[in-house]
C-alpha cells in the first residue's frame, strides 16, 4: 500500500523502510506493542471485580498441548515494557 502511494512497484526493488520513513509511518510491531500498552493501562484500572480483571486471573484446568508453549498476552506485555524500560505504575498513570 505504501509502494502504491509513492508510485512505485515491486520491480523498483527499492525496500519498505524507504518508503515508511518517506510517509513518516511506524511500523506494524510498534503500533501492536503501543495498543498492548494502552489495553494494559485500561486493564490495570479496572476494579477487580470487573469482567477483564476476572478473566485475566482465569485458571483452565486441563493438559498443555505438545511443543513449545504459545506467548502469553502477559508475556509479551512483560518483555514490551523491558525494552522500553517501563514498570507497571508507569503504564497506569494517565498523566505521563
Excluded: Y
Excluded at 508510485?7 to 506494524?28: A, C, Q, S, W, Y
Excluded at 506493542?33 to 478473566?55: I, Y
Amino acid at each position: 500500500m505504501l509502494r502504491w502511494a509513492c508510485g512505485k512497484t515491486m520491480l523498483d526493488m527499492i525496500p519498505n523502510g524507504v518508503f515508511r520513513t518517506v510517509l513518516e509511518v511506524e511500523t506494524i510491531i510498534s503500533k501492536m506493542r503501543e495498543g498492548r500498552l494502552k489495553w494494559f493501562g485500561h486493564v490495570r484500572r479496572k476494579p477487580q471485580q470487573a469482567l477483564v480483571r476476572r478473566v485475566k486471573a482465569l485458571i483452565v484446568n486441563g493438559k498443555r498441548r505438545r511443543g513449545r508453549p504459545k506467548l502469553r498476552w502477559e508475556d509479551r506485555l512483560k518483555l514490551d515494557m523491558k525494552e522500553l524500560l517501563l514498570s507497571e505504575d508507569i503504564t497506569s498513570n494517565r498523566n505521563a
